[in-house]
């Protein structure tokens, strides 16, 4: 699904317009970007939680040089879905 697609199974089911709609949904996101690079994570009760995680350093390998690369320890951003809403897509509903 894409955001456009989205944007209009909202506007179907609320009744607002795709304008509002479109314009509510880029404030939420950037808004969970803004936090999740900050540190911070955002939790949604029943959906889920943005979170940022640390990876930690290692040692890559580039095979076709047969060269070793150190790969500092760095964050990365993820999402975690709440656990009725993953039983959800493992029931498959």
Known sequence: ???AELVNEIAIS???DKTSIGVVLESF?????KNVTKGENVYLRG????????????I???ITMSTSIPV????IAA??????FAAQV????
């Not at 500092?72 to 964050?75: G, K, L, V």
């Not at 999402?79 to 009725?84: G, R, V």
């Open 47 to 58: 959906f889920g939680s943005f979170i940022t995680k640390t990876r930690k350093a290692k």
């Open 79 to 84: 999402f975690k879905p709440a656990a009725e």
């Open 29 to 33: 996101m950037e808004i969970v970007k």
């Open 90 to 93: 493992r029931k498959g509903k």
């Open 14 to 16: 609320t009744g607002y």
């Open 72 to 75: 500092p320890e760095h964050q």
């Open 60 to 62: 890559a390998r580039n």
């Open 1 to 3: 699904m894409t955001k």
